[in-house]
């Protein structure tokens, strides 16, 4: 039995990316199980809009790859955590990988700020659709992305998220804060938890955060407040990377407001 990840496109209509971890002896049969978990998945969230998808399966490795691996296979390595009913193994795996790549390869610029791309905006993206959170997840958002985030500031590369998403009430808005907070970025929301922050008691946030040269998200969870063309120029100005979503997060697109190092 192997395990893969597995991509689900439309042929047609929205481009929409929908990943899917499964057991199997083989691909064919890799991406039928995933069928059948987006089927049920979807349906009963009454979101499939276009049955006709594209499947695309990866044999994945327990010993990462390369360091994308660590983000684009949370999900397998939280599952893994489980089933052993373990927070530290895995974890530490990671870890000494991470270690051992940011030793080994030297990143140029142009490469530095595509990691900073992907861990950012597919960390979020992850985040966004998990079905499970729990004390495994925790621990891998607290004891494996960090290590990314280091390498990225020891080599003076500051990160500015920003998101425009709409989240139901259902919990999943402060999952996705949290899970942030655990990777170490500093996370900013004008949705307090007493009513809604003023835009100067935001801003009062942003740049505290950013004298400390914090990697920063600022996240908006519906249309009751819009902060975001201030937040944005706030973003711009400076010297950080910044990053905006306003897209689903099952879509694969970003807008890279600056671009600096």
């Known amino acids: 039995m192997k395990s893969y990840r597995v991509l689900a496109q439309p042929l047609t209509g929205v481009e929409e990316k929908r990943e899917y971890f499964v057991d199997a002896e083989n691909e064919d049969q890799a991406k039928k199980l995933a069928f059948d978990v987006m089927f049920r998945r979807e349906a009963n969230e009454a979101l499939l809009d276009n049955p006709a998808q594209m499947f695309t399966a990866d044999e994945i490795t327990f010993k990462p790859r390369k360091i994308s691996d660590l983000i684009d296979n949370i999900e397998y390595y939280v ?14 795996m990671l870890k000494q990988y991470a270690l051992s790549y940011f030793k080994d390869v030297a990143l140029n610029d142009e490469a530095l700020r595509a990691l900073a791309l992907f861990t950012m905006d597919k960390t979020y993206r992850v985040a966004a659709y998990l079905e499970v959170f729990d004390n495994y997840t925790r621990a891998y958002f607290a004891k494996v992305i960090p290590h990314i985030w280091d390498y990225l500031h020891q080599r003076g590369l500051s990160v500015f998220y920003i998101v425009d998403n709409t989240f139901r009430n259902d919990g999943r808005f402060e999952t996705v804060c949290e899970l942030f907070k655990f990777t170490g970025i500093a996370v900013i929301s004008p949705h307090g938890e007493t009513g809604t922050l003023s835009y100067e008691n935001v801003e009062k946030q942003i740049r505290d955060q950013m004298a400390e040269k914090k990697i920063l998200m600022y996240i908006e969870k519906d249309a009751s407040v819009n902060y975001l063309d201030q937040v944005k120029q706030l973003a711009t100005t400076s010297d950080y990377l910044c990053i905006f979503r306003s897209k689903a997060s099952a879509d694969p697109h970003i807008e890279v407001l600056s671009n600096r190092l």
Not at 81 to 88: A, C, N, Q, S, V
């Open 79 to 92: 599952e893994k955590m489980r089933k052993t009913e373990d927070i530290d193994v895995v974890p530490e």
